[in-house]
């Protein structure tokens, strides 16, 4: 099977522009989380989408949002973005009644 | 607050010995445990898990240790081996029902170097 893969690999934006960020899971998952990483937090949650709906949230604020479509593939958006916000965003997918997560290689956001 | 704590930001050991990887957590409710091993620039990658109705759980060079009474889980390699090098996290979660399996809170992780 094919792993988690997420698109773009790297992004540069400036401040104040939107961007959104793509995963694709491993086929047959129909779970995937966000995580943000950055040098100072570590790996946080984002949030988590099960059959196209919001499952789970983690405490960013509303600029950070997603969406899940019928194919389980999973979108993430930042809108407003802050310098603060250049981090690498990882995406997870995981089977029904199973608790390993199975990471992307993660999309580095640079905001200047 | 961190709920999860690796308290050994890097370790250093030899080929061939063995490497413990250590991780505290504060929150009783946890029920299921995971180690990563992540190289820069890429995702996690699983490596092995471990319910909280177990104590020990094995694959291969990797076994997870679980200590329920004391919050600390532990990971050891043997023998480890130079391809190791990378960093360790671990990761923990609530089972509600199942609903919450997608929410993992990760340790700061420990750099693992294993000289030849």
């Known amino acids: 099977k094919a792993g988690v893969t997420q698109t773009p690999r790297y992004l540069i934006k400036t401040r104040g522009q939107q961007v959104t960020l793509s995963c694709s899971p491993i086929?047959?998952?129909?779970?995937v989380s966000w995580y943000q990483q950055t040098p100072g937090q570590g790996l946080q949650f984002l949030f988590e989408?099960?059959?196209?709906?919001?499952?789970n949230k983690g405490n960013f604020p509303g600029r950070f949002s997603g969406r899940q479509f019928s194919n389980s593939r999973s979108e993430m958006n930042v809108s407003t973005l802050e310098l603060g916000d250049s981090a690498l965003y990882l995406c997870?997918?995981?089977?029904?009644?199973?608790?390993?997560?199975?990471f992307g290689p993660g999309t580095r956001l640079t905001v200047t | 607050d961190q709920q999860v704590k690796q308290n050994s930001p890097s370790l250093s050991v030899q080929e061939g010995r063995i490497s413990i990887l250590n991780c505290d957590y504060t929150?009783?409710?946890?029920?299921?445990f995971l180690w990563y091993k992540k190289y820069p620039a890429e995702g996690p990658t699983f490596l092995i898990s471990?319910?909280?109705?177990?104590d020990k759980n094995e694959d291969g060079r990797f076994t997870v240790f679980l200590n329920k009474s004391a919050k600390h889980l532990s990971l050891h390699i043997v023998p480890s081996q130079p391809g190791d090098s990378a960093v360790y996290f671990c990761?923990?979660?609530?089972?509600?029902?199942?609903?919450?399996?997608?929410?993992?809170?990760f340790g700061q992780g420990t750099i693992l170097t294993v000289h030849p």
């Open positions: 997870a997918s995981r089977a029904d009644s199973t608790y390993e997560q199975y």
């Open positions: 929150n009783s409710m946890f029920d299921y």
């Open positions: 990761a923990v979660g609530v089972n509600a029902g199942g609903t919450s399996y997608g929410k993992l809170t």
């Open positions: 989408y099960f059959s196209e709906t919001q499952r």
């Open positions: 471990i319910s909280s109705i177990k």
């Open positions: 086929s047959g998952h129909r779970s």
